[in-house]
């Protein structure tokens, strides 16, 4: 089963409100991503676990936050949503790092008001 | 700065036809080079990949040709299908970097039957 979950599929939040997205997976994968994708552009990295240790791109190091309480399940948290959060959210599993192969799963819309 | 680049945007085929996906890169410390396919309403999921010490890569209908020197690459799916219709990142990896994959922003194929 190489199934990523992710929860909720759509999601409509307030300005600057609190927004929390999750992802799960069962293949006992290493590294779990977080990537922003907006309308014709390029799905972007904003932080990954590698088994414990937080990785968090430069770019968006004070916009997201994220928690992996255990080896299946990886949280992404918004802690004021701006209009400019509204995207898909997709959450990608591997199991080592480097090249292997990530597996994504169907995406959290988010809609922020 | 985009370092994948993907054209066109979007490309129409007639069923039977061979459809032909271009991606360039400006790293030329990149080695590898993974395609996603994504259907509608589900994640991206890997296609077909090469690493730069090939210059081409056949999997059935699809194939990568790798020109290094020009860093470019394209993917030609022949006897494009309906079912072929989705949007396909190239993607792109450098081996020094834990796990960061550096995606174009697709190109949405759509085969007309």
């Known amino acids: 089963d190489t199934t990523v979950k992710q929860n909720p599929r759509y999601k409509l939040a307030r300005v600057g409100k609190p927004v929390n997205l999750i992802c799960s997976q069962t293949?006992?994968?290493?590294?779990m991503y977080w990537y922003q994708k907006k309308p014709n552009q390029a799905p972007k990295l904003l932080l990954f676990?590698?088994?414990?240790?937080?990785?968090r791109e430069a770019d968006t190091f004070e916009k997201f936050q994220s928690s992996r309480p255990n080896n299946s399940f990886c949280s992404l948290y918004i802690g004021s949503a701006g209009l400019e959060y509204s995207a898909m959210y997709l959450c990608?599993?591997?199991?080592?790092?480097?090249?292997?192969?990530?597996?994504f799963g169907p995406g959290t819309r988010l809609l922020v008001l | 700065q985009q370092q994948v680049r993907q054209s066109p945007q979007s490309l129409t085929v007639w069923e039977g036809e061979t459809a032909i996906l271009n991606c360039s890169y400006e790293d030329s410390t990149f080695n590898y080079f993974p395609w996603y396919q994504q259907f509608p309403g589900e994640g991206p999921a890997l296609l077909i990949s090469i690493s730069s010490v090939s210059d081409k890569k056949e999997d059935g209908r699809f194939t990568i040709f790798f020109n290094k020197r020009e860093k470019k690459l394209s993917l030609h799916i022949t006897d494009s299908q309906p079912g072929d219709s989705a949007t396909y990142f190239c993607a792109a990896f450098r081996g020094s970097a834990l796990g960061r994959l550096h995606f174009g922003a697709g190109t949405q194929l759509i085969v007309i039957p």
């Open positions: 990608a599993s591997s199991r080592g790092k480097g090249q292997d192969t990530q597996y």
């Open positions: 293949m006992n994968h290493d590294t």
């Open positions: 676990y590698y088994d414990k240790i937080l990785n």
